[in-house]
């Protein structure tokens, strides 16, 4: 494998000193660039577009290919892991994605697969086989996965949901239940995560994007602790440079000391969370990812590069953070509107590093 020419990515997860802050999008691959809307249309299907090698290593290069960014996102979904467990993905436009069977009993529970990362998630780890060598060393090569809960969300619904009446339900008149589906969950995880390392991924994020709609305490039971299980597991060096795991719950703010006690790297933030308080409350166990809100991109240039301003001030001086988005690019974004993002950071963060 290449030598990695901009490592600065890795070096804030590590709290090493950087000449300025680094920078990647969460889904910079996606729907706001119209090079990708074209991919998209040559592939003939979402899942289509993830099962061809080539093809998502075209769409994962595409923002790297208009922006200066510090690390590139292996194009795929977390639903993948499901979808190879049996349930069927699908998706209906407008939507979203849709599973033909869901789980919700025991004999459910029983048909489920375990899917091994190299045969039916074997398109995955041949797209970061591919990426990895597109990138030639260019910038890090982020792999990812749900998180068991909200994986466990879609399996249950069959779906995306408002309420989680159906697993919400299970939670508190089965909970036995749910635990067994989030302990297969978190085992076939943790092969898929470390299939990905050993394809190439260089750093792994888990989103965990409906933690947010749990209780405190069953936000620690029923989803911290299995994510705790899978950054136990991971390699923690390969290539011999140390993987970083980040942990992102949506919505987690108020359970930062907890997730900050998980094991992983770093942590990203929402917009919801002040970056100062975040980094008081945690200090050094973890680097922080985050949290330019999305909606600030529908703002003119100059007021992006305010906002930018704001949030590289409130993390303050020093290594340990990674500017992103507090959750995914819209669709409706001006990609011109990317580039003054990606500008601004790049003039105003390395006042933050001398």
Not at 165 to 188: C, V
Not at 326 to 337: N, S, T
């Amino acid at each position: 494998m290449s030598e990695l020419k901009n490592d600065r990515f890795l070096r804030a997860l590590a709290h090493q000193p950087v000449d300025r802050t680094p920078l990647w999008i969460m889904r910079q691959a996606g729907r706001y660039l119209p090079e990708y809307r074209a991919t998209r249309a040559k592939a003939g299907s979402f899942m289509d577009l993830c099962r061809n090698a080539e093809l998502a290593c075209e769409v994962t290069m595409q923002p790297l290919a208009r922006y200066d960014l510090d690390a590139a996102i292996l194009f795929s979904d977390i639903l993948t892991v499901p979808d190879a467990m049996g349930l069927g993905l699908y998706f209906v436009t407008g939507e979203g994605p849709k599973f033909e069977r869901t789980v919700r009993s025991e004999a459910d529970l029983k048909q489920l697969a375990t899917p091994d990362p190299e045969d039916e998630l074997g398109y995955v780890m041949n797209a970061v086989r591919t990426i990895r060598q597109e990138l030639d060393g260019r910038v890090p090569l982020i792999g990812f996965a749900g998180s068991p809960w909200t994986i466990a969300t879609y399996m249950v619904e069959g779906g995306s949901s408002r309420d989680f009446a159906n697993i919400k339900g299970m939670m508190y008149g089965n909970p036995e239940l749910l635990h067994r589906l989030l302990d297969k969950i978190t085992q076939s995880t943790i092969a898929y995560l470390k299939a990905q390392i050993a394809a190439g991924a260089q750093a792994v994020m888990v989103f965990d994007t409906w933690g947010g709609a749990l209780s405190p305490e069953n936000y620690q039971i029923f989803s911290l602790q299995y994510m705790k299980k899978i950054v136990a597991a991971l390699p923690k060096e390969a290539d011999g440079r140390a993987v970083p795991s980040i942990l992102f719950t949506k919505n987690g703010g108020q359970w930062l000391e907890s997730m900050a006690e998980a094991g992983s790297t770093g942590l990203g933030l929402d917009w919801t969370t002040n970056l100062a308080d975040a980094k008081r409350r945690v200090g050094d166990k973890v680097a922080l990812q985050g949290n330019l809100d999305p909606s600030a991109l529908y703002a003119p240039p100059a007021a992006i590069r305010t906002e930018v301003q704001k949030v590289l001030e409130s993390f303050g001086t020093g290594s340990g953070h990674v500017f992103n988005l507090g959750h995914g690019i819209h669709q409706h974004i001006d990609p011109e509107h990317v580039s003054a993002l990606v500008e601004a950071v790049h003039e105003l963060s390395p006042a933050y590093h001398s």
